[in-house]
């Protein structure tokens, strides 16, 4: 009598895994909507519940994800990174966060426990679509994992840069930074100017509405949000205080007797930051 066959059931190989960790946010749903787009099984762990079509995921799911993204909010991802590398991830992680020097220590401990570890700040607001901007990848120490990170991310028509993550908040004090209390003190210019900025359609220079884009996206943040950015990174008071001694010089050669004071700042400006 012939034995009877027994049929092995045939698997195609293991689906990547992605864990968000704080993934219920705007960018945290960003991020979780790319990596499915990806083709990554994504689970979300986040006390404020998971967003529809996505899977609940907990902390302990990062001791096997094959990629772990810190994506809590400012004030929270240091502790929720410390809580990761409790459970020794296997595979990589990484932040988003737009400061990095409370997670400098972390990524010490990180590299010291043999975990794969980087860090990186997508240079753009969760409602943008990501071809054409900016994506900054940290390298903290492990530049094998900054270059998988940014792997990650390529093909999407990204301008993706890779600086040492300890660089990271000197940078954006002085350019995010810069723009934020910029577009502030704008906004609280066009107020008391009495402005109506809602109504200029037929009306506004191309400039004017540059600056517009500018104060509105500013004025959409959340206050706590913007807060945090400037009083967490210690170049910012000074970032600050250069601005507004600029808008006095200016105004200054501006409404000079001739136009020698003002064209020749323009001109030393221009040479400084390469505008021949």
Same mark, same amino acid.
């Given at each position: 009598m012939p034995k009877p066959k027994h049929h092995t059931k045939r698997t195609g190989p293991r689906r990547r895994t992605v864990l968000l960790v704080g993934g219920a946010g705007r960018m945290g749903r960003l991020f979780a909507r790319f990596f499915r787009r $990806? &083709?990554?099984a994504v689970r979300i762990a986040d006390p404020a519940g998971v967003q529809r079509g996505f899977a609940k995921g907990t902390l302990e799911d990062a001791a096997r994800a094959d990629v772990v993204v810190i994506a809590a909010s400012l004030e929270n991802a240091a502790a929720a990174l410390g809580a990761v590398l409790e459970r =020794?991830? +296997?595979g990589l992680v990484f932040d988003i966060a737009s400061l990095k020097a409370p997670l400098l220590p972390l990524f010490a $401990? %990180?590299? =010291? +426990? &043999?975990? %794969?570890i980087a860090s990186v700040h997508p240079m753009f607001g969760p409602d943008a679509s990501l071809s054409g901007r900016d994506f900054l990848v940290c390298d903290a120490g492990d530049a094998p994992a900054a270059r998988r990170v940014a792997r990650l991310f390529a093909g999407e028509g990204m301008k993706i840069r890779t600086m040492p993550a300890e660089d990271h908040d000197r940078w954006v004090g002085r350019t995010m930074g810069l723009a934020h209390v910029a577009a502030l003190a704008c906004a609280g210019a066009l107020e008391r100017l009495k402005v109506d900025a809602f109504d200029v359609d037929g009306r506004a220079t191309t400039s004017f509405r540059r600056l517009l884009d500018l104060v509105g996206s500013l004025l959409d943040q959340e206050p706590a949000l913007t807060r945090a950015i400037q009083t967490q990174n210690p170049d910012a008071p000074w970032v600050a205080e250069v601005l507004s001694e600029e808008v006095e010089a200016f105004r200054a050669a501006i409404f000079a007797p001739d136009l020698e004071p003002l064209a020749a700042r323009v001109m030393a400006v221009r040479r400084a930051l390469g505008r021949r």
């Open positions: $990806r &083709g990554y =020794r991830p +296997e $401990r %990180a590299r =010291r +426990e &043999g975990i %794969a």
